[in-house]
Structure formats: structure tokens, C-alpha cells
């Protein structure tokens, strides 16, 4: 019986994400993972937004963490920078900043000035990539939870099974 309570607690520590608002990963020697931490230091980004960034060329637990996460929110590749904002990712320098300036610009108090047309042509442009990727993220938490789902079942035949041929 013990056993059985153990299972669903290794799930859940599985499966929780990281504890930091954002996660970046980088690698030493990277010329634009170098030039994307001296902007968000630059900018104070890091503190703004919760950056917590890890070296996966350093630490074996980084590397292990990229893979994980990675694969939690869907990545599949093996490029730095990568960004991690929840259940989003982000690749490279560009779509890291992108995704930094439109948050910023979400939490900014509303300013009395007219947006010009290439603002608002910018701001629909970052909308409609941020639609797209939530269609595909809902997808994956679907199939995710339904892995979970079909694997408790099965796991819990099997334990049925077992208890029946038993008496």
C-alpha cells in the first residue's frame, strides 16, 4: 500500500515545472546567448521578470533541467538562448527580446500617447504569435494530461489483476 501512495508523488515531482518565473538557458561561448545577458542585465530584465538563468555547458543538473523543461513545454531542438515563461518557449535572442517587450509593455500603466501605425501594426504582429502558441501548448497539456490519465488506468488494471489472482 505504501508503494501505491509513493507513485502518484514521484508523478507530481516529475512532472511540476521549476520554481523561477522564467527560465533561460545558455551556454558558454555562445556569442548570442553573451549578447542576450548583457541586454536583460543592461535593462535590468532579469529582476523585472524573474530570470533565473542556467549554464547548460557547467552543470550536469542544468542540462538535465533544459531536457526536462524543455520537453514539458513542448521543444524538442537543442538551441540556446532558450527562454522559458511558463508552459511558452522561446528561442534566440530576437523572440526572447520580443517576447520581453511585449510583456513590458503589457505591465506599463496605459501613457496618454497615440499609438503610431507601426506600433499597432507591431503589438497585432506579437498577438497573433502569442494566439498561435497557445493553440499548440493547449494541445500539448491535452495529450499530457491524457498520458497521465490512460497510465493510471493501466496501472491500476494491472493492480487489479494482480489483487484478483491473489484471492
Known amino acids: 500500500m505504501k508503494k501505491l501512495l509513493l ?3 514521484f508523478v507530481f515531482i516529475c512532472v511540476s515545472p521549476a520554481y523561477a518565473e522564467m ?3 545558455v551556454k ?8 542576450l545577458e548583457g541586454e536583460l542585465t543592461s535593462q535590468n530584465l532579469y ?3 524573474g530570470i533565473e538563468s542556467f549554464d547548460i555547458s557547467k552543470d550536469i ?3 538535465e533541467m ?4 524543455g520537453s514539458r513545454v513542448g521543444y524538442v531542438g537543442s538551441s540556446v538562448p532558450l527562454l522559458i515563461d511558463r508552459n511558452e518557449y522561446f528561442i534566440g535572442v530576437n523572440d526572447i527580446l520580443t517576447h520581453l517587450s511585449a510583456l513590458e509593455l503589457a505591465t506599463k ?11 499597432s501594426e507591431l503589438l497585432n504582429d506579437i498577438l497573433k504569435e502569442e494566439v498561435e502558441k497557445q493553440k499548440g501548448q493547449t494541445t500539448n497539456k491535452i495529450i499530457g494530461v491524457l498520458t ?13 489483476r494482480a489483487r484478483r489472482r491473489r484471492h
Not at 28 to 35: D, H, K, M, Q
Open 66 to 69: 533544459y531536457a526536462r523543461e
Open 7 to 9: 507513485i502518484p508523488l
Open 61 to 63: 543538473s542544468a542540462l
Open 47 to 49: 529582476q523585472t521578470f
Open 148 to 160: 497521465i490519465v490512460f497510465g493510471l488506468t493501466l496501472f491500476a488494471s494491472i493492480i487489479g
Open 109 to 119: 500603466e496605459p501613457s496618454t500617447k497615440l499609438l503610431t501605425s507601426n506600433d
Open 23 to 25: 527560465l533561460l538557458f
Open 28 to 35: 558558454e561561448g555562445c556569442s548570442f546567448c553573451s549578447s
